[in-house]
T-cell receptor, first 111, second 116 residues
């Protein structure tokens, strides 16, 4: 089983739609979780951290479910500019700063 | 302020040659990471530095790969006797390492390595 798993997609959604991605992780000791965004042929950039209580940043909402070991990202009112690959990132083990990246979920927002 | 920079941005080399990739992290960031991303694939962790030491080298694919960091700043990733399967984008990231919390990684633009 991979340490971090994501549905590769692509998710093709119309503008204005709401879309959600999940990411599962295998190490129950993981403590830090992030969503990064990667545009084609560009470097990954932090979208948002994921906190235990859940957090929201504008149209983006991230949730953590420790019991089931997954994190989610919800995007409301999708924009064309949201088209990208979304990477789930989990720190590898308690007390270390090694981060494990998922292979990403590709989102295409269609006009 | 300057972000993470990497050089060269592109490198084409012949099989069997050695290559050296450079990363300049954000000033003051004590943690530095190297990743590899092959076409259409996710990021593969290679190594990370805490200051000048590398607590985790577990991701280096073979003994042809090595990395060093000097002065707690610049890092170089060296690939000896390159093979075609080494072709990928090599990404460097740095983060400020707080005492109690893991922190955001900031990525450089990457070096695209092509081994002919």
């Amino acid at each position: 089983r991979k340490e971090v798993e994501q549905d590769p997609g692509p998710f093709n959604v119309p503008e204005g739609a709401t879309v959600a991605f999940n990411c599962t992780y295998s190490n129950s000791a993981s403590q830090s979780f992030f969503w990064y965004r990667q545009d084609c042929r560009k470097e990954p950039k932090l979208l948002m951290s994921v906190y235990s209580s859940g957090n929201e940043d504008g149209r983006f909402t991230a949730q953590l479910n420790r019991a089931s070991q997954y994190i989610s990202l919800l995007i409301r009112d999708s924009k064309l500019s949201d088209s990208a690959t979304y990477l789930c990132v989990v720190n590898g083990a308690s007390g270390t700063y090694k981060y494990i990246f998922g292979t990403g979920t590709r989102l295409k927002v269609l006009a | 302020g300057a972000g993470v920079s990497q050089s060269p941005s592109n490198k084409v080399t012949e099989k069997g040659k050695d290559v050296e990739l450079r990363c300049d992290p954000i000033s003051g960031h004590t943690a530095l990471y190297w990743y590899r991303q092959s076409l259409g694939q996710g990021l593969e962790f290679l190594i990370y530095f805490q200051g000048n030491s590398a607590p985790d080298k577990s991701g280096l694919p073979s003994d042809r790969f090595s990395a060093e960091r000097t002065g707690g700043s610049v890092s170089t990733l060296t690939i000896q006797r390159t093979q075609q399967e080494d072709s990928a984008v090599y990404l460097c990231a740095s983060s400020l390492l707080p005492s109690t919390l893991p922190s955001t990684q900031y990525f450089g633009p990457g070096t695209r390595l092509t081994v002919l």
